[in-house]
């Protein structure tokens, strides 16, 4: 079955420090992944998306990830967080011809100032 | 502005009651969704389609129902049927339904009485 997990339910973070968020998938064949974000109070968005190519990724406010097919993960990145990035994640898988997306179950980042 | 508008914003159930959550779409788009949201467990799909007056069934669709009657609006009706409907709902639309980006409402809380 496909599925979507994410490493961690809630991080907490200083300004100026690095991000990493997990993310490994389980889908067969070929994937489009990609990473939301839902700011408070805000529709959840598209950050970043990867379909081919360049496994490295990079979206919206310095945000970047990486494509692993041999760990089948797709981890967001920020070198430095800011306040402002305060919000949920949401990792996603699709498949490149179809619907059925599927969503990891969120992380919650807390950036304190 | 283009987008996807979600009424109402919250939206209380009486036990045995069907409720209707509306979404509407002005973006052109081909393919609309219904998402449900609870703590902890992401996004799961209950119902999308890809074009108008047809429609598949998602992950959980058992006790709800929709319909596609025109491209813009695609209602989400949950029935009586459905044991535990208090939730986050969304919708979200993508151009043509082929996994790429998807743009989502602001949703719907959905509270039993």
């Known amino acids: 079955a496909q599925s979507v997990s994410q490493h961690n339910h809630h991080v907490i973070l200083s300004e100026a420090a690095s991000l990493e968020l997990g993310c490994n998938y389980s889908?067969?064949?070929?994937?489009?992944l990609f990473w939301y974000v839902q700011y408070p109070g805000q529709h959840l968005q598209l950050l970043l998306k990867?379909?081919?190519?360049?496994?490295l990724v990079k979206g919206i406010k310095g945000f970047e990830a990486e494509f692993i097919k041999s760990k089948f993960s797709f981890n967001l990145r920020k070198p430095s967080v800011q306040w402002s990035d305060t919000a949920e994640y949401f990792c996603?898988?699709?498949?490149?011809?179809?619907?059925?997306?599927?969503f990891g179950p969120g992380t919650r980042l807390s950036v304190l100032p | 502005d283009g987008g996807i508008t979600q009424s109402p914003k919250y939206l209380f159930r009486k036990e045995g009651q069907n409720v209707t959550l509306s979404c509407e779409q002005n973006?052109?788009?081909?393919?609309m969704y219904w998402y449900r949201q609870d703590p902890g467990q992401g996004l799961r799909l209950i119902y999308y389609?890809?074009?108008?007056?047809?429609?598949q069934k998602g992950d959980i669709a058992e006790g709800y129902s929709v319909s596609r009657e025109k491209k813009e609006s695609f209602p989400l009706t949950v029935t009586s049927a459905q044991k535990n409907p208090t939730a986050f709902y969304l919708c979200?639309?993508?151009?043509?339904?082929?996994?790429?980006?998807?743009?989502f409402g602001s949703g719907t809380q959905l509270s039993v009485l």
């Open positions: 979200a639309s993508s151009l043509s339904g082929g996994s790429e980006k998807l743009f």
């Open positions: 889908y067969g064949g070929t994937v489009n």
């Open positions: 990867y379909f081919s190519g360049d496994p």
């Open positions: 996603a898988a699709g498949p490149r011809y179809g619907q059925n997306f599927v």
């Open positions: 973006l052109n788009h081909d393919a």
């Open positions: 389609s890809q074009i108008v007056n047809d429609f």
